[in-house]
Nanobody, 119 residues
Framework: QVQLVESGGGLVQPGGSLRLSCAASGIIFSIYTKAWYRQAQGKQRELVATITSGSVTNYADSVKGRFTISRDNAKNTVYLQMNSLKPEDTAVYFC?????????????WGQGTQVTVFL
């Protein structure tokens, strides 16, 4: 059984930092593209950052220079370091592991972790 379990969310003031973690089990994590998505209340889920099996990273324009995605294949874990947080970063953050559109069944999600940036 595949599981992705996020942790590290919480409450933080603007300008603060949080590090999200996503621990995977049941899959060979290293061969998957890992991603972080977020969904704010009343809005669609949006892609925040991705890291491929070859360690190529990509970021949404809204988080470039503030967020960093990384992974530790030995620990089957992907991270999202979030710095200089803004109120508009408030959302539920979801971890995703996938192998691209040619393997749609190899697409897994975590349960989400809440990040709230408040004044």
């Amino acid at each position: 059984q595949v599981q992705l379990v996020e942790s590290g969310g919480g409450l933080v003031q603007p300008g603060g930092s949080l590090r999200l973690s996503c621990a995977a089990s049941g899959i060979i994590f290293s061969i998957y593209t890992k991603a972080w998505y977020r969904q704010a209340q009343g809005k669609q889920r949006e892609l925040v950052a991705t890291i491929t099996s070859g360690s190529v990273t990509n970021y949404a324009d809204s988080v470039k220079g503030r967020f960093t995605i990384s992974r530790d294949n030995a620990k089957n874990t992907v991270y999202l370091q979030m710095n200089s947080l803004k109120p508009e970063d408030t959302a539920v953050y979801f971890c995703n592991a996938n192998r691209g559109p040619l393997l749609p069944r190899s697409n897994y999600w975590g349960q989400g972790t809440q990040v709230t940036v408040f004044l």
